[in-house]
């Protein structure tokens, strides 16, 4: 096996990390990406799962180790796991270090076994509250016992589980600690993220919703004991280690906290257009040079040419100078 040199951007960041999202539907309506009505993209923008298959190959070919599929809701899209165990072959081959994804867990009972067939090994699982009424009230459309079946068969299946909370004031503030506890018992890791600025999510503004992680980790710290590690995944939480517990604790903190230095990746849409930066509007075709050409020469060119243009940095801002939207595309166009 060779093994493929990454893509290096401007700023000397080898590009090892891909994550695409493979659909923007959702069957939840989770208060903080979408609104209740949301308009979804024309079925026939879509890249189909073989067009999918084929860009993330040539990404692996170009040096990507890891793969993460994501949403709106990635095991909603008909016939996804066509594509999973599609792409399982670059980790069977060697060229791909790991398969995995972000899932908010509604369909997990179906799906886990096979995920585990498919060489996913480890997924993160979406949860902000452990209350059935707020995870209603929060997620709009889901029920928190459909999604606790899902961990269960997850966990069944021998998938690793990290739950991903969002910080929400007024919402989830007081449940820190009880989600800290039952991650501790159930043997998961756990990451808080903080809102981030993105999409029309209609009647409430982000200034309602958003706790600065810094205050959150303070509190944590009043109950529990948080060791620091050096611990890593090329992204952008901070982890500590809570002594209780033994688990990991992430913080996503995009808004206090600039993590671009060692930002490593880059997203795709399911209409495949490419996003050099999760907070910026530049934007990259890969669609044309898929459907243009039979050889994977004039995407391999659209690819190099995009990650020339990779920014330094992120220009999130919530303020109450500037209460509006900094990014207009929602979460689940790109992922998160
Ligand atoms: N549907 C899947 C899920 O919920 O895990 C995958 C897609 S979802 C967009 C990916 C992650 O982004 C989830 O953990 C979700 O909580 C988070 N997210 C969505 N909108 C966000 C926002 N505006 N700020 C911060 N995180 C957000
Ligand atoms: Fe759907 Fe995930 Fe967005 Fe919630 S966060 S609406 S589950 S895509």
Same mark, same amino acid.
């Given at each position: 096996m060779v093994r493929a040199q990454p893509v290096v951007d401007?700023? #000397? +960041?080898?590009?090892t990390y891909l994550r695409v999202s493979?659909?923007?539907?959702?069957d939840f309506r989770c208060v903080y990406c979408m609104s209740e009505n949301m308009t979804f993209?024309?079925?026939?923008?879509l890249l189909t799962l073989e067009e999918l298959d084929r860009v993330c190959g040539t990404f692996v070919a170009m040096g990507v180790r890891k793969l993460r599929l994501t949403g709106?809701?990635?095991?909603?899209?008909?016939?996804?796991m066509g594509l999973i165990r599609s792409l399982g072959r670059h980790l069977a081959s060697g060229m791909l270090d790991e398969l995995t994804l972000t899932t908010n867990g509604s369909q997990l009972a179906r799906f886990a076994e096979t995920l585990r067939e498919c060489g996913v090994r480890r997924i993160n699982l979406s949860l902000d509250t452990l209350d059935p009424e707020k995870f209603a009230a929060i997620?709009?459309? #889901? +029920?928190l016992a459909q999604v606790m079946e899902g961990l269960g068969a997850a966990k069944a299946a021998g998938l690793a589980v990290k739950i991903n909370m969002v910080a929400l004031k007024g919402v989830n503030d007081g449940e820190f600690d009880r989600m800290i506890a039952w991650c501790g018992d159930e043997g998961l890791d756990l990451t808080i993220i903080e809102v981030m600025p993105m999409g029309d999510i209609g009647n409430e503004t982000r200034l309602d919703q958003y706790l600065p992680l810094s205050l959150v980790r303070a509190g944590i710290q009043r109950n529990w004991t948080l060791d620091e590690t050096d611990?890593?995944?090329?992204?952008p939480a901070r982890y500590v280690v809570v002594r209780e517990t033994g688990r990991r604790l992430g913080f996503i903190t995009p808004l206090t906290h600039n993590?671009?230095?060692?930002c490593n990746r880059v997203r795709l849409t399911c209409t495949g257009t490419l996003y050099?930066?999760?907070?910026?509007n530049d934007a990259a075709d890969l669609r044309s040079p898929v459907r243009q050409s039979p050889t994977d020469a004039p995407l391999e060119a659209a690819i190099h040419a995009a990650i020339a243009r990779k920014p330094k940095g992120h220009d999130f801002i919530i303020d109450r100078r500037r209460p509006a939207i900094s990014v207009p595309r929602h979460m689940s166009v790109t992922g998160g």
């Open positions: 401007p700023f #000397g +960041r080898a590009i493979v659909t923007d539907r959702c993209l024309p079925k026939a923008e709106g809701e990635p095991l909603v899209r008909r016939d996804i997620t709009r459309w #889901g +029920r611990y890593r995944t090329g992204g993590f671009c230095e060692s050099m930066c999760l907070g910026q």
